[in-house]
C-alpha cells in the first residue's frame, strides 16, 4: 500500500457557519493503481489533493505515505517525505521560466542534493521517454502547452515517487492532447509501478484508469472499476 | 556547465539572473550608484580627517597633557616648566613641551600662505626627521610640511610672519601633514614663543607631548602637573573642525546605508512578491525553507556583491581623477569597510522579504495559474 487517507475531514470557517470540505473521507490507492478522482467543482476533488500531496493537515484521520504515518510529523519532515515520496503533476504545468526542459527535472534531484551525473542521465532518459528527448535545452516559452505538460510528468517521476499525484493534468490542453497527455501519465504509473491519483473533470480521458473515485460534498460516492468507467 | 552549477546552492537564482538580467542590472545599477556615492563619501571623509590631523597624526607622541578644560584644543591649553617638570621625572616617558599656533606669513612675492605652526623643543623625539632636528637647532627658521615644497617654496626662501613682522628662512622640508586644515611647518620652540609672546614668553608652551608604552602613572603625574592627559586620538577632537565635519560625513554616510539598505530590501521584497507563486512550487517539491532561502539570499548576495564591487571600484577611478583641491583619501582599509558595509546592510535590509519566504505556502501550487 503505497497511500491510504483514513477518515479524512477538512472544514472550513463559511461566515457564521462551517463548512464541511472533506467529511470523513477514506481512499486508498496501491502500487500500481491509477484512480481518477470526478466530480463537480466545490466537491473537494483539489482539496483531497492537497491531502494526499501532505501540502494541508486534515482536521481528523490519518495520512499513510508509503507506510510512513504522517499525524505526527513535523512541517519539516512533510517537505523532506513529499520530497522522497510524492511527486506531483499541476493543472498547468507549472514550470520555471528561466529553466531548461532538462533544468525542470534535474532541479528536484538538486532539492533532493542528488544532482550528479546519474541522475542526469536519469532526467535525460524520463524527458527522453515522454517524447521530449531533443527538446532539452528548451526553455518553457519554447514549447507548446502538451510539451510542457509532459516536462511536468518527467519531473515528477524524477524522485521514483511511491505516489503520484496530477490536478487537472489536461485542463489547459485540447481534447487531443489532454487524452495523449492521460494516456502518457498513466502507462508510465503502470509501467514504473506507482499509486497515482488523477483529479480530472474531464471524464473522456479516463480509459487507462484501474478506478475511478467520485466524490460529492466532501464525500466518496461511488468507486468504479475502471472495465466499466 | 549544468553540473557545475547544479553542485552550487543558488540553482533556480543562476538562472533566473541570466534570464532575467534587464530586471537585475536595474537594480544592480542603483545598487552600485549607493556604492559609489558611499565609497566617494568615504574618501572624502578620509581625506577631511587627513587634512584635519595628518600633522599631529604624524607625530611619534602617544598623548598630549593640556591644560585641564581646554577640550582637547591647544589654542586653550597654556603651560610652563612647572606643569612639564612631573612629566619628565617618570620613567619610561618622554616628555616634551610643544607650541602650536596658526599663522598666516607672507612670501617674497607678497603671497600669503597659511602655517599651522608647530614649535619644538631642541633635541626632542618629536622631530620627524633627523635633518629637521639639525635644522632646528641653528638659526631661527622654518622646517615645512612637503606640500609647500609643491607650492613652489624652497629652501632659503624668506617668509615673513604677518602680525609679528619677523622674517624667518625656510631651513628645509619635512613629512607632508597638515593641522586644522592648514599645512604645518616647524620651528624650535624658543622661535616659536617669540612670534607668540615676543619678549614676554615667560616659558610658556601649549602642551606636553608623550611617548610612553605604561600609562600606569599618567594619573598621579596628571595630579602632580596639573595636567590633563588624553590619548593622541582623544586630541584629534581639538583639532578646529574635526568633531563637526566627522559627525557629519558619518550622518551621510549613515543616511546613505539606511537608503542603501531600503533600496535593497524594497526591491527584494517585490521581486519575492512576484516570485511568491514560484517559491510555493519550489516548496510543493519538497524544497525545504533553508534550500529556498539559500537560493534567494545567493541570488541577493550576488547582485550586492556585484554592484558593490563594481560601484566602489568606479569611485575609486573617479577619485583618482579628483585635483588635490579636494580633499580627497582612498586607502583599502576604508574601501573595504565601506563595502562590506553595504553588502551586510542590504543583506540585513532584506529580511522583511526572507521573512516572506518562509511563509510562502505551498499548496498556491496547486492553484490555478490563469
Do not use: C
Request: no cysteine.
Amino acid at each position: 500500500m503505497s497511500l491510504l487517507l483514513d477518515d479524512i475531514t477538512i472544514t472550513v470557517p463559511d461566515g457564521t457557519e462551517t463548512l464541511t470540505i472533506l467529511d470523513r473521507l477514506s481512499v486508498r490507492v496501491d502500487a500500481g493503481e491509477v484512480v481518477a478522482v470526478t466530480g463537480p467543482s466545490g466537491s473537494g476533488k483539489s482539496t483531497l489533493l492537497a491531502v494526499a500531496g501532505l501540502l494541508r493537515r486534515p482536521d481528523s484521520g490519518t495520512i499513510t505515505m508509503a507506510g510512513v504515518d504522517t499525524t505526527e510529523l513535523s512541517a519539516a519532515q512533510l517537505t523532506r517525505l513529499r520530497r522522497d515520496s510524492v511527486g506531483i503533476v499541476f493543472q498547468s504545468s507549472n514550470l520555471f521560466p528561466s529553466l531548461t526542459a532538462l533544468q525542470q527535472v534535474q532541479l528536484v534531484a538538486h532539492i533532493s542534493g542528488r544532482l550528479n551525473s546519474a541522475a542526469t542521465s536519469r532526467a535525460k532518459e524520463l524527458l527522453g521517454s515522454v517524447g521530449l528527448g531533443d527538446h532539452l535545452e528548451r526553455l518553457p516559452s519554447q514549447l507548446s502547452g502538451g510539451e510542457r505538460q509532459r516536462v511536468g510528468i518527467a519531473r515528477a517521476l524524477m524522485n521514483e515517487p511511491d505516489v503520484l499525484l496530477a490536478d487537472e493534468p489536461t485542463a489547459s490542453l485540447d481534447p487531443e492532447r489532454g487524452h495523449d497527455i492521460m494516456e502518457l501519465m498513466t502507462r508510465e504509473a503502470l509501467d514504473r509501478g506507482v499509486a497515482t491519483l488523477i483529479v480530472t473533470h474531464d471524464l473522456d480521458h479516463l480509459d487507462g484508469a484501474t478506478r475511478r473515485l467520485h466524490l460529492r460534498s466532501g464525500r466518496a460516492e461511488e468507486s468504479t472499476p475502471s472495465a466499466t468507467v | 556547465m549544468v553540473l557545475t552549477l547544479g553542485r552550487s546552492n543558488v540553482f533556480l537564482a543562476l538562472r533566473d539572473l541570466r534570464v532575467a538580467r534587464g530586471r537585475f542590472a536595474l537594480v544592480a545599477l542603483v545598487i552600485a550608484l549607493v556604492a559609489l556615492l558611499t565609497t566617494m563619501l568615504s574618501g572624502l571623509a578620509t581625506g577631511l580627517v587627513d587634512d584635519g590631523i595628518s600633522g599631529l597624526r604624524g607625530l611619534p607622541l602617544t598623548h598630549l597633557a593640556l591644560q585641564p578644560g581646554s577640550q582637547s584644543s591647544f589654542s586653550r591649553s597654556t603651560l610652563t616648566q612647572r606643569n612639564l617638570a612631573p612629566w619628565s621625572k617618570v620613567d619610561g616617558v618622554d616628555a616634551s613641551p610643544i607650541g602650536v599656533s596658526f599663522f598666516n606669513a607672507k612670501r617674497a612675492n607678497g603671497e600669503t600662505i597659511d602655517l599651522a605652526l608647530f614649535g619644538i623643543d631642541r633635541g626632542s623625539f618629536l622631530a620627524p626627521r633627523p635633518e629637521a632636528q639639525a635644522a632646528l637647532e641653528g638659526e631661527p627658521g622654518l622646517v615645512l610640511s612637503e606640500q609647500f615644497q609643491a607650492d613652489g617654496l624652497k629652501v632659503g626662501d624668506a617668509l615673513t610672519i604677518v602680525g609679528v613682522d619677523r622674517t624667518l628662512p625656510v631651513l628645509g622640508f619635512t613629512y607632508g601633514g597638515s593641522y586644522g586644515h592648514v599645512d604645518i611647518a616647524f620651528s624650535s620652540l624658543s622661535t616659536w614663543q617669540e612670534l607668540v609672546y615676543g619678549d614676554n614668553a615667560k616659558g610658556r608652551f601649549s602642551a606636553i607631548a608623550i611617548r610612553a608604552t605604561d600609562e600606569s602613572t599618567f594619573a598621579a603625574t596628571d595630579v602632580a602637573a596639573e595636567t590633563t592627559v588624553e590619548s593622541k586620538e582623544a586630541a584629534y577632537q581639538g583639532s578646529p573642525g574635526f568633531a563637526a565635519e566627522t559627525a557629519t560625513m558619518d550622518l551621510i554616510r549613515g543616511f546613505l546605508l539606511v537608503i542603501s539598505a531600503l533600496i535593497v530590501g524594497a526591491f527584494f521584497t517585490v521581486w519575492t512578491v512576484q516570485r511568491t507563486r514560484q517559491i510555493g512550487l519550489l516548496k510543493a517539491l519538497g524544497a525545504s525553507n533553508s534550500y529556498v532561502l539559500r537560493d534567494a539570499l545567493g541570488q541577493l548576495a550576488i547582485v550586492l556583491v556585484a554592484a558593490t564591487i563594481v560601484g566602489a571600484a568606479v569611485a575609486v577611478g573617479l577619485g583618482s581623477l579628483i585635483g588635490g583641491g579636494v580633499p580627497f583619501s582612498l586607502s583599502s582599509a576604508p574601501i573595504l569597510g565601506s563595502t562590506l558595509v553595504l553588502i551586510v546592510v542590504g543583506m540585513a535590509g532584506s529580511l522583511v522579504a526572507i521573512r516572506r519566504i518562509t511563509k510562502v505556502d505551498p499548496i498556491i501550487a496547486l492553484s490555478s495559474e490563469h
